[in-house]
């Protein structure tokens, strides 16, 4: 089995590389391969849609560094993000593309979990003062915000982390499991990046789990993440 953990610097400098080409630097001091791991697949998705006719946009730097959000805790108006655009006809449509925001289950409105990325209607973050028993505030994305989202794991695939993810997108998207007509504008697929290499039964499970569901399973990202997400490539990727 591959080793699923890649050289931090090579990771690091794999984010940086599209920050720089993008006019701006990273912020975080994170150390954890895991956290580069995240910001890589950020930027990928970021790619996804650069590569699908949407206009790009860095939003919110801070200090001019772009500042991903490697947790789940904290305000995202204190992290960056990008906005991405698209025209059709007279209509233009505008996206925000963000990193650990919580999120409103699709059945129930008290409940919340919070995926890796998420694609959302823009200024849809909203407050709640009564979340914690404290005065702190919780900070949240209502589920009808979301278009799509994806989940980044830095294993070798295994089946309990494959089939967790529908139960997943179950919860916060179970009308994206099933193909929809596509309104032209064309978002990822629910999507989970992996990034170590599967062996043969992860595979079967892969590829039966992409024949029942509308859902992208991506693994061995830290060899292929590059050509996973080229601009040729991404049109075998599944939309909505």
């Known amino acids: 089995m591959a080793n699923p953990f890649k050289d931090l610097n090579e990771l ?7 920050l720089r080409k993008n006019r701006s630097s990273i912020y975080n001091n994170a150390k954890r391969i895991s956290d580069f791991f995240e910001m890589a697949c950020y930027n990928n998705i970021v790619r996804f849609y650069e590569n699908n006719g949407y206009d790009v946009q860095i939003k919110n730097l801070l200090k001019n560094k772009f500042c991903y959000k490697c947790t789940t805790a904290g305000n995202p108006i204190n992290y960056s993000y990008f906005e991405v655009t698209r025209k059709v006809g007279a209509i233009r449509f505008i996206f925000e593309i963000r990193h650990n925001i919580n999120i ?5 409105e008290d409940t919340f979990t919070t995926p890796d990325i998420c694609v959302l209607k823009p200024y849809s973050i909203r407050e709640d003062e009564t979340f914690y028993e404290s005065k702190m505030k919780y900070y949240y994305a209502a589920n009808k915000d979301l278009i799509s989202f994806c989940e980044v794991k830095n294993f070798n695939p295994y089946p309990e982390l494959l089939f967790n993810f529908i139960g997943v997108v179950n ?5 994206l499991l ?13 999507t989970l990046m992996v990034s170590g290499k599967s062996n043969k039964h992860a595979d079967r499970i892969i590829k039966n789990l992409q024949l029942r569901y509308h859902i992208n399973v991506l693994s061995d990202l830290f060899a292929i993440g590059g050509a996973t997400f080229g601009r040729y490539a991404t049109n075998r990727l599944k939309t909505v």
Do not use: F, M
Not at 12 to 18: G, L, S
Not at 171 to 175: F, G
């Open 12 to 18: 690091k400098r794999d984010v940086e590389v599209y």
């Open 178 to 190: 099933k193909k929809r007509t596509n309104c032209g504008l064309r978002h990822i697929a629910t």
């Open 171 to 175: 919860e916060l998207k179970p009308n």
């Open 104 to 108: 409103q289950s699709y059945h129930t």
